[in-house]
C-alpha cells in the first residue's frame, strides 16, 4: 500500500508570493489534516478535511488555506507569503479522525527569502 | 485550550538501557499520540492511546486518564532509537478540534 506523497518536497519562494502544496493520502483514507513545524513553534496543526469538508483549522491566518477533493487528495495553499512561514509543512492522512491512527508524509520544506 | 508538556526535553542514555519519556496534559483528551521523528524530519506514528497499555516490540506506552499522563518506554535500547519522540493529544470534542503538539524529547543512544 503506498504512503502519504507530499509535493514537492523542497520549494523557495520570495516574500509576497504564493504558494500551494499537495497531499495524496494512503488509499481509503478520507480525513487529511496538516501542520506546519518551525524550530521555533514546534509541531503546530493547521487545519483537518474530511469528505471534502474542512471539519476543524487552527490558530493561524486566513493566509493559510487548503481543500480536498473527491479522491482525498488534499492541498493547502499559502498566500503573501512572508519570512516566517518558512518550515516544515507535514501532512497526515488517517481512517476517520485523530481518533485512529495517523500516516504522515515526508513533509515540504519550504524556504521564504 | 490543551496544554502538552513532554518530559525530559533531552535524554542521553547507553545502549541497553530502559528510557522513559512522559507526557502530561491539562484537558481531557479522545486520543493521545505517540510520535517519532528522525533527521530529516519523517515522523512515524508509534501508537494511539485512549485508555490502558499498548505494547509494540520493545516500545510500551501507557496512559492514566485521571491523572492526564501517558509514558512512552523503551526497553533495550539502542542507538537507532535515537529520534525525536513527540506527543500529541486530540480534544475530548470527538476529534474535531485539532491535535496540540508537546515540545518533543530529544533522544540519544549512544553505543
Known amino acids: 500500500k503506498a504512503g502519504v506523497t507530499q509535493t514537492p518536497r523542497y520549494l523557495i519562494k520570495t516574500r509576497g508570493q504564493q504558494v500551494t502544496l499537495s497531499c495524496s493520502p494512503i488509499?481509503?483514507?478520507?480525513?487529511v489534516s496538516w501542520y506546519q513545524q518551525t524550530p521555533g513553534q514546534g509541531l503546530q496543526f493547521l487545519f483537518e478535511?474530511?469528505?471534502?469538508?474542512?471539519?476543524n483549522k487552527g490558530n493561524f491566518p486566513g493566509r493559510f488555506s487548503g481543500r480536498q477533493f473527491s479522491n482525498s487528495r488534499s492541498e493547502m495553499n499559502v498566500s503573501t507569503l512572508e519570512l516566517g512561514d518558512s518550515a516544515l509543512y507535514l501532512c497526515?492522512?488517517?481512517?476517520?479522525?485523530?481518533?485512529?491512527?495517523?500516516?504522515f508524509g515526508n513533509g515540504t520544506r519550504l524556504t521564504v527569502t | 485550550k490543551n496544554e502538552v508538556e513532554q518530559s525530559p526535553q533531552n535524554l542521553t542514555a547507553q545502549e541497553g538501557e530502559f528510557i522513559t519519556i512522559n507526557c502530561s496534559y491539562s484537558?481531557?483528551?479522545?486520543?493521545l499520540h505517540w510520535l517519532q521523528q528522525h533527521p530529516g524530519g519523517g515522523i512515524v506514528s508509534l501508537f494511539m492511546?485512549?485508555?490502558g497499555k499498548k505494547k509494540h516490540g520493545r516500545l510500551i506506552a501507557t496512559i492514566n486518564i485521571q491523572e492526564k499522563h501517558s509514558s512512552l518506554h523503551i526497553t533495550a535500547s539502542h542507538p537507532r532509537d535515537s529520534a525525536v519522540y513527540i506527543c500529541?493529544?486530540?480534544?475530548?470534542?470527538?476529534?474535531?478540534?485539532?491535535?496540540?503538539f508537546g515540545k518533543g524529547t530529544h533522544l540519544i543512544i549512544q553505543p
Open positions: 497526515a492522512s488517517s481512517f476517520s479522525s485523530y481518533n485512529s491512527p495517523l500516516h
Open positions: 488509499s481509503g483514507h478520507r480525513s
Open positions: 478535511y474530511f469528505s471534502e469538508t474542512q471539519r
Open positions: 484537558v481531557g483528551i479522545s486520543a
Open positions: 492511546l485512549s485508555s
Open positions: 500529541a493529544v486530540s480534544g475530548s470534542g470527538g476529534g474535531a478540534d485539532g491535535l496540540t
